[in-house]
Every structure is written in C-alpha cells, then in structure tokens.
C-alpha cells in the first residue's frame, strides 16, 4: 500500500493497481479482486445492466410461451430503465429498491413473478462471473406488497380521467368503461359493428403466441346487443376500422396492447400528479356497479353485460357503493 501525491491510496495485487480516496477503499477493491481470484470467478470485462438483459432474455426464453416471454421484456424493461446503465458488479440493494417504485399499483401476482425475475437474472450474473452476491435476495431490497388479484372498480377520479385525457387508448377505455366490454370484444370492435344506435358484440380477440386471434365471444349469452350510451357517440369519430387498432391499423398484438396500456397509465399518472393503476377488468366492474348505483334492472344489467344469469353479476361484478348505501337508508328514512 502506497499513498500518492494526488492523496489517493493505492493497493497493488498480481500486478494490477487498486486505487482508493481512503486506505479501506483501496484495500476492500483489492480484497475483492482476491476473492474473484481464489474462487475461480474469471471477470475479464465489466457489463452493465442492459448488456447482461439482452444476453439473458434468449436463455430466459427457453421453455416459456410466447406471451410468457413478453412478459419477461416487459418486466425486464423496467429495470433496465431504472439501473440499465449501471455496471452490474455495482447494482445495490437500494436499487432494486428503486426499481419497485415502477410497481406501484400493480397486482401481488406480477410482482412475486418480477422478483422471481430479477433474482433469476442475478443469479445468471453470479454464475458467469459479473457479481459475486444476489441484490434482490436482501432484506432492504424487499417490493412492496401489491394489490389483491380481485378486481375493483374505479375512483371518482380515475373514472374523470379516463373520460378527459386524450390518449390513443381512451376510445377503447370508455367502451370498456361505459359499456362493460371486455378486453377482447373491444380489440375485436370495428367500427361497422356499431350502428342504429346500438353496440353488436359478436366477435373478441384471444392471443395465441402473442398473435391476435379473432373468434366468437366468450359463450351464446356473450355475443349481444346494447345501447350505445350517450358518453360513447363522441368518440366514434375517432374510429376508423378498429376501436384500438396497431400501427398498421390492424388489431394489436398483446405485446402492442401492453404496452399501449402502460402508456395510457402513465399519462393519466403524469395529469394526476400521482400513480394511477387499474386493470382493463376493472372497467368492466365499475360499469356494473355504476349501473347499479343508478337502479338499472338487474336483468336488464345481465343482458348488457352477456352473462346467462344473474349470479355472476351478484357475486363478482357488483360492488355496492356507498353511495347506493345512503341512496337505501334515504328511501328506508321516507
């Protein structure tokens, strides 16, 4: 060990040089190098985060569908936009931590799979050489618990922003929204299904391999018809052949759905001033619910929805508000 001019502290070992601002930075990065040495790890070049995502995800890919693997990119990205260019060697457990921050309002289930994720790829690191210990697996590295899988319905809010913020995705929001429309029959919808002032649900889209499938919706009572309600009519001029087309005007893949929804959540994050979070399901709910909460018909409601009978409705969809609670105690008081 040497202290030079300049005030750094030097270590040498096998010939190479360890420089520090102290003597126990100097010592500790040699100390490492010993290690790295006495246990075979061979780290002949440093890689950064986004090198080692885009070596890993081809081995990842082995064995898992299609839409698992978009996944994977999809989860992946996500790190790689918060610590993608940091070495890997250098990745702290207060970065994963920030990485968690991109997870707020997502479901217990998709962060459980991102851990699995992150810790996966680390060990991947720790096996070729580019780490020596696993960040995610420590304590300070912990996500945040997530959302229940059930779904929910919509803030007054979310429900504003939704019906006033532009976005590509906004059309196929509302029809979800303000008419119960699943994900599919909405990426199936065109633009010729609706007219003489009603919504003809007869197709939806399934994915296989991340292709778009068309095909008859989900059971007889599915393929329906209903009003088009008056909050849809304005955004029928945006509708050329398909209510969310991709790039090409096609129906999306569901890597282009994904992603378009991930957008469409961070600009109603940007104009709310916070994280706004809900699942395309969630849509569907609050339609019921709202419907509810302003005395539409139970059988009407189960017509709207195309279900073939009332307990799918009663035991999943409806969530009685507060609202509906004080609507009952005002008729209860009269």
Not at 23 to 42: F, L, N, S, V
Not at 168 to 197: P, T, W, Y
Not at 206 to 230: H, I, M, Q, W
Request: aromatic share 10%; net charge positive.
């Amino acid at each position: 060990m040497s202290k030079q001019a300049n005030g750094l502290y030097r270590y040498w070992y096998k010939g190479k040089q360890f420089w520090g601002k102290t003597d126990p930075e100097a010592k500790q990065k040699r100390d490492d190098y010993k290690y790295e040495c006495e246990h075979g790890i061979d780290r002949p070049e440093q890689i950064t985060v986004f090198d080692l995502a885009n070596q890993w995800l081809p081995v990842a890919k082995a064995g898992v569908s299609n839409g698992t693997y978009n996944q994977y990119a999809t989860i992946l990205e996500k790190m790689t936009d918060t610590i993608g260019n940091k070495l890997v060697s250098a990745v702290t457990s207060a970065d994963i931590k920030k990485i968690w921050t991109g997870f707020v309002g997502l479901s217990q289930s998709y962060i459980s799979k991102a851990k699995f994720l992150y810790k996966s790829f680390f060990q991947y690191a720790i096996d070729n050489g580019y780490c020596r210990t696993n960040p995610v697996t420590a304590d300070s590295a912990k996500p945040h618990r997530g959302t229940k899988g059930t779904h929910r319905c919509l803030s007054d809010e979310e429900i504003q922003l939704i019906e006033n913020v532009p976005h590509r995705v906004q059309a196929a929001a509302m029809f979800m929204l303000k008419a119960g429309l699943r994900r599919g029959e909405v990426l199936a919808l065109k633009r010729s299904d609706i007219h003489d002032g009603r919504i003809h649900v007869h197709n939806a889209v399934k994915f296989v391999n991340n292709r778009p499938v068309v095909g008859r919706t989900k059971n007889e009572s599915s393929d329906r018809s209903l009003p088009l309600f008056a909050p849809l009519k304005p955004f029928l001029q945006h509708v050329d052949k398909y209510v969310l087309p991709d790039a090409n005007g096609e129906i999306c893949s569901e890597t282009a759905f994904q992603r378009a929804w991930e957008s469409y959540l961070h600009t109603l994050s940007v104009v709310a001033g916070h994280p706004i979070s809900f699942r395309p399901h969630d849509l569907r709910h609050t339609f019921v619910t709202t419907g509810r909460d302003k005395g539409v018909d139970l059988r009407i409601m189960v017509d709207w929805c195309g279900h073939s009978s009332e307990r799918m409705i009663m035991q999943i969809y409806d969530h009685p508000s507060r609202k509906r609670e004080e609507s009952a105690v005002s008729l209860m008081d009269s």
